[in-house]
T-cell receptor, first 116, second 112 residues
Framework: DTGVSQDPRHKITKRGQNVTFRCDPISEHNRLYWYRQTLGQGPEFLTYFQNEAQLEKSRLLSDRFSAERPKGSFSTLEIQRTEQGDSAMYLC??????????????FGPGTRLTVL | RKEVEQDPGPFNVPEGATVAFNCTYSNSASQSFFWYRQDCRKEPKLLMSVYSSGNEDGRFTAQLNRASQYISLLIRDSKLSDSATYLCVVNERGGGSYIPTFGRGTSLIVHP
């Protein structure tokens, strides 16, 4: 257990529904990352925050994807109008300023999304 | 073409064997390089950073070849517990930030 938690761990939804995932990073970590991972592939970067500022969001997969970190602590990732192709594991990771120098990100267990 | 490429394997080796993985990257401006390990149905965890001069951590040796744009991971005296997927990570410049770009991973199976 790295200390990063994600909720829910599993989500099954119907196509067209909106879903929201939550990530709670390690408490002193100021950077928070979101990734998507599909079977047989490595994690695919989506976006990241430094404190409450979203510093990179060009890799979000479409305008249906959005993320927030309003108080610089937990973060949410929302997918609107889900499609079957959105089915994947969504991973959150966090790092501290010191850990960033080593690129050490601590990953949570992920939220597995299934879109029917 | 994928930005970071790895042979998915699996590499199937006996205990005690030495095994090496390569990872190639396409962006010559990439700044930093790492290997992560991911066990089945688990989250990735940092294994080691890769320094220009090469670096070693116990049975693991990582090397970087900037001219040919590849990094390597060598595992000596393989253990059953080394069975996992090894992910190559390259920090690439994107917009105003460095974006961690993962390869698809190389699967290692160490058998008795």
């Amino acid at each position: 257990d790295t200390g990063v938690s994600q909720d829910p761990r599993h989500k099954i939804t119907k196509r067209g529904q909106n879903v929201t995932f939550r990530c709670d990073p390690i408490s002193e970590h100021n950077r928070l990352y979101w990734y998507r991972q599909t079977l047989g592939q490595g994690p695919e970067f989506l976006t990241y925050f430094q404190n409450e500022a979203q510093l990179e969001k060009s890799r979000l997969l479409s305008d249906r994807f959005s993320a927030e970190r309003p108080k610089g602590s937990f973060s949410t990732l929302e997918i609107q109008r889900t499609e079957q192709g959105d089915s994947a594991m969504y991973l959150c990771a966090s790092s501290s300023i010191v850990a960033v120098l080593r690129n050490e990100q601590f990953f949570g267990p992920g939220t597995r999304l299934t879109v029917l | 073409r994928k930005e970071v490429e790895q042979d998915p394997g699996p590499f199937n080796v006996p205990e005690g064997a030495t095994v090496a993985f390569n990872c190639t990257y396409s962006n010559s401006a990439s700044q930093s390089f790492f290997w992560y390990r991911q066990d089945c149905r688990k989250e990735p965890k940092l294994l080691m950073s890769v320094y220009s001069s090469g670096n070693e951590d116990g049975r693991f040796t990582a090397q970087l070849n900037r001219a040919s744009q590849y990094i390597s991971l060598l595992i000596r005296d393989s253990k059953l517990s080394d069975s996992a997927t090894y992910l190559c990570v390259v920090n690439e410049r994107g917009g105003g930030s460095y974006i961690p770009t993962f390869g698809r991973g190389t699967s290692l199976i160490v058998h008795p």
